[in-house]
Nanobody, 120 residues
């Protein structure tokens, strides 16, 4: 059974940085695409960034140049480095594992989420 456990969230001031981690178990991590998504209060869950098994990355326009997704296959962990945080980045951040090498969707596995409040 696939389990994803996020960590690293917490209150941060605007302009600050955080690094989120997502540790995976129960799968052959290295062959699966991984992603970070977020859901702000009253809004739908949205893509933040994805990374394929080969290391190709994709970002939402709103985070390009500020956020970096990476993965360590030996540690079965995916990271999201978030710099220059804005109040608009406030959300619950979710880790997702796809069932293929290149795509997180459809029907990914989800973590439980970690809160990132950004104060102005």
């Amino acid at each position: 059974q696939v389990q994803l456990v996020e960590s690293g969230g917490g209150l941060v001031q605007a302009g600050g940085s955080l690094r989120l981690s997502c540790a995976a178990s129960g799968s052959i991590f290295s062959i699966n695409a991984m992603g970070w998504y977020r859901q702000a209060p009253g809004k739908q869950r949205e893509l933040v960034a994805t990374i394929t098994s080969g290391g190709n990355t994709n970002y939402a326009d709103s985070v390009k140049g500020r956020f970096t997704i990476s993965r360590d296959n030996d540690k079965k962990t995916v990271y999201l480095q978030m710099n220059s945080l804005k109040p608009g980045d406030t959300a619950v951040y979710y880790c997702a594992q796809g069932r293929t090498s290149n795509y997180v969707h459809p029907n990914p596995y989800w973590g439980q989420g970690t809160q990132v409040p950004v104060s102005s």
